[in-house]
């Protein structure tokens, strides 16, 4: 019985959402990029590799001071390499998105019919047939704008406008050295107040088990998956990842 009251606040915020002024709104605002990609991508790399450093040294048996020295480096110079590959990749999407348009552009001017044709066959594809899609056709290729963004969705498979590099790249760092700085929180800890933690590479894996669980289930919340399944993902993958640096640290101990 406690289902159904949440069942109807969820179909009224639905309808509610889908009222001709609420989508007019809504499309009125444009399209807002999503940069979940580039902080789950960040806070997970970012968790990984400086738990790598922490259970590479440690099982190595060095001392902490190694640890925090390694792991502070990792963050800050791996985590603006990430972030600037983040930003030249997404550059360069923007790059070949214009290029694309201005190609196109120039095709429509030199072949209008070529251009034209393809139109037809895109939407014939869909099933559209005789008048619908001639008037399709004609609908589309009226706007020289429509026209090559079409070509550019249908054709091309890219979207239309794509996210900032800026933004992309500062999401990047940021999840990348907050998150990571989860494995070596306690090394800092035990540095500054000396004795109060006994066994730091034992708190430090289950803080940064921790955090790939969290941020596992933080995403689920944006891709519709169960937060538990999504959360045990990615601490396998975190996990396999740890357990591999730790034994070549061991592996490597005597040299």
Same mark, same amino acid.
């Given at each position: 019985m406690k289902k159904d009251p949440e069942k109807k606040d969820s179909l009224?915020?639905?309808?509610?959402?889908?009222?001709?002024?609420?989508?007019?709104?809504?499309?009125?605002? #444009?399209?807002?990029? $999503?940069?979940?990609?580039?902080?789950?991508? &960040? !806070?997970?790399?970012?968790?990984?590799?400086? @738990?790598?450093?922490?259970?590479?040294?440690? #099982?190595?048996?060095? $001392?902490?001071?190694?640890?925090?020295?390694? &792991? !502070?480096?990792?963050?800050?110079?791996?985590? @603006?390499?990430?972030?600037?590959?983040?930003?030249?990749?997404?550059?360069?999407?923007?790059?070949?998105?214009?290029?694309?348009?201005?190609?196109?552009?120039?095709?429509?001017?030199?072949?209008?019919?070529?251009?034209?044709?393809?139109?037809?066959?895109?939407f014939s594809a869909k099933g559209f047939k005789g008048e619908d899609l001639e008037k399709i056709v004609q609908v589309i290729t009226s706007d020289v704008k429509l026209w090559v963004d079409t070509m550019i969705q249908e054709e091309f498979g890219m979207a239309i406008e794509g996210s900032s590099p800026v933004r992309a790249a500062l999401t990047t760092f940021t999840a990348f050295v907050v998150i990571g700085f989860v494995p070596l929180f306690v090394f800092v800890f035990e540095k500054l107040f000396p004795g109060s933690i006994q066994n730091t590479f034992l708190v430090s894996s289950a803080m940064t088990g921790a955090a790939f669980f969290v941020v596992g289930a933080a995403k689920s919340r944006f891709v519709g998956r169960p937060w538990f399944m999504s959360g045990v993902e990615t601490l396998f993958v975190g996990g396999c990842a740890a357990a591999l640096a730790y034994g070549i640290g061991i592996f490597l101990r005597g040299i």
């Open positions: 009224s915020r639905l309808r509610a959402m889908h009222t001709s002024a609420a989508i007019q709104e809504r499309l009125e605002q #444009g399209l807002k990029h $999503s940069y979940l990609r580039d902080f789950v991508y &960040g !806070a997970v790399d970012g968790t990984v590799t400086t @738990f790598a450093v922490v259970a590479g040294v440690a #099982g190595a048996q060095l $001392s902490s001071t190694i640890i925090i020295i390694l &792991g !502070a480096a990792n963050l800050i110079a791996d985590g @603006f390499s990430m972030a600037v590959s983040n930003f030249l990749a997404t550059r360069a999407e923007h790059e070949l998105r214009q290029k694309t348009r201005a190609e196109e552009e120039k095709h429509i001017q030199t072949v209008p019919e070529g251009e034209r044709e393809e139109i037809r066959q895109i």
